[in-house]
């Protein structure tokens, strides 16, 4: 087992896996926090350090309310019908804070020790669907 010396955990999101022209400074950012991780993640172990990333997509932050707000108010008229915005997403609805909380609790524990160098997507399988935030013509 590794000496319990540290761990990392980096916080990003998919935009690294699903290229956007429109968010290139993003994408490329994540991009790198990718590379980081995994090649960081390789050569820390010798001082006892795992380096993680959790991806998650969508997640119920006041910043997406905010975001879905606008837009289903500039499209819908009606700032409270935001959440039609999401429904396309796998799950139905954007992660809670603490369901991508808890992804970090288990990375940063014990049970994850072997764990390391490892980019784990919380995104209730958004990515491999094809990451569509909004249904189609909406």
């Known amino acids: 087992q590794l000496p319990q010396k540290g761990r990392v955990l980096v916080l990003r999101i998919d935009a690294a896996d699903r290229l956007d022209a429109g968010y290139i400074a993003g994408s490329t950012g994540n991009a790198a926090l990718n590379a980081f991780t995994r ?3 390789s050569y820390s172990l010798e ?11 969508a997640v119920e932050t006041e910043r997406l309310v905010t975001l879905m707000k606008t837009r289903a108010a ?19 609805r954007p992660a809670t804070v603490e369901e991508v909380a808890n992804v970090a609790v288990f990375l940063a524990s014990d049970e994850a020790s072997y764990v390391t160098g490892t980019i784990l997507y919380a995104d209730g399988g958004w990515l491999a669907a094809d990451g569509r935030f909004t249904p189609p013509g909406m």
Do not use: H, M, N
């Not at 001082?47 to 997509?57: E, F």
């Open 74 to 92: 500039d499209k819908l008229g009606d700032p409270e019908r935001w959440r039609e915005f999401v429904k396309g997403l796998p799950l139905g």
């Open 47 to 57: 001082d006892g350090i795992r380096v993680l990333a959790i991806s998650p997509g």
């Open 39 to 41: 090649t960081l993640g």
